[in-house]
């Protein structure tokens, strides 16, 4: 396989205020001129959407991860997915997970609360910025509801009032309206709201497991298989010495461009049972978004921002039931000479899945080869 190069994304800013200068987002100059993020604030940065779950956290869930849970209406209909919470990201900072939902909905949408709850935070989290308005929720099971991208206008009185006063919101009830984002990503507003649900320990739980189901029925495509070494890929799949299969994979949610990762890739070697490389019920970082993004993903062959996906995974990496990576911090592949394979398969939130067979040839190394034949 040969892979082209994957372009090293720029900072958001830069992205942003060029693709805005060259006239990149035609389909709304009109709404643009109404945008105040562009007049007033300068350029969004999504990094800050990550610098700032990494500082704070959240102490505040107390429901354990594994258990039933109940199953909620959207905050309002999605008009796709932008993002999942295993989307990788990189705006120029540390690459972190999503860890969240990118909603896509037009600026000014109503958001509801999906479940009622206390009201224990409305925040400016990035001070000053009007882009990142903060409500959130803990429900009655103990999972904290981060809705993000409010409007700080449109939040009601009444949700002012729950959160000073300690009395419970109603499911169903308006937090406030859809922020009009100030970016584009591929040639598409990028209005959304993003939700993080959090168990304890603020482990970033998937929010599709709290969630109606979504009318998605196209699988995730493998769209390329192989072997690497050092993060690159091996082009003729010969392998002397340590080796990793990779797979770009992309999925698709009600969008045609907005490239997600799977919700889960299993591997099975040469006909051996399939493990697991992962399942984004949570993060494997559990409420650390940065850990392990770079050793799931193959930076090399990935990007993620508004101009760039790129999702590409090492099928070599593998965690305990603990959600601890092994010593050996990396699946380990046949060592045999001879000929080897592998099955792939990836699977959706909605259990759409595809499947996919890379073959490859182990060769022994050249230091215990013995001496070929010389011609003569
Ligand atoms: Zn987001």
Redesign the pocket.
């Known amino acids: 396989m040969s892979k082209s190069p994957i372009k090293k994304p720029l900072a958001c800013g830069l992205v942003l205020c060029s693709a805005l200068a060259a006239g990149k987002a035609s389909a709304a100059s009109q709404a643009l001129s109404h945008d105040h993020t562009q007049t007033e604030m300068g350029c969004l940065d999504a990094s800050a ?1 990550g610098q700032r779950e990494l500082r704070l956290g959240s102490p505040v869930a107390t429901a354990p991860a594994q258990r039933p849970r109940a199953i909620h209406p959207w905050p309002f209909p999605p008009l796709s997915i932008g ?1 999942t919470s295993a989307s990788y990201q990189d705006y120029g900072g540390q690459p972190y997970f ?1 860890h ?1 939902l ?1 909603i896509r909905g037009n600026a000014g949408t109503p958001v509801l609360a999906s479940v009622g709850g206390r009201v224990t935070n409305i925040e400016n989290y990035i001070s000053g910025n009007p882009a990142y308005w903060e409500v959130a929720i803990l429900d009655a099971e103990g999972y904290l509801w981060q809705y993000h991208h409010v409007e700080k206008a449109s939040i009601p009185a009444a949700i002012w009032n729950s959160y000073r006063s300690g009395t419970p919101v109603a499911a169903g009830a308006k937090l406030g309206e859809i922020f009009q984002w100030g970016n584009y990503s591929f040639g598409e507003r990028y209005d ?1 709201l ?1 939700l993080n649900v959090l168990a304890v320990g603020g482990t970033y739980m998937s929010p599709f497991l709290f969630l109606e189901s979504l009318p998605d029925q196209v699988a995730p495509a493998i769209i390329a298989a192989g072997v690497m070494q050092n993060g690159h890929d091996v082009g003729d799949r010969e392998i002397d010495g340590p080796y990793s299969l990779y797979a770009t994979i992309h999925d698709l949610i009600l969008h045609t461009k907005y490239v997600v990762p799977p919700h889960r890739i299993e591997i099975s070697v040469d006909g051996a049972a399939p493990e697991l490389v992962w399942d984004f019920q949570s993060l494997p970082g559990k409420g650390n978004i940065n850990a392990h993004v770079e050793e799931f993903f193959v930076p090399q062959m990935t990007c993620g921002n508004y101009t760039c996906r790129e999702l590409t995974i090492d099928l070599g990496f593998s965690m305990d039931d603990n959600g601890i990576i092994t010593a050996l911090e990396q699946r380990e592949f046949p060592t045999t000479p001879g000929p080897h394979s592998a099955v792939i398969t990836a699977w959706d939130f909605e259990g759409n899945s595809t499947s996919k067979t890379i073959d490859w040839l182990v060769i022994k190394p050249q230091s215990v080869m013995k001496p070929t034949k010389t011609a003569n």
Request: no cysteine.
């Open positions: 959407e993002h999503h969240g990118d959304h993003h």
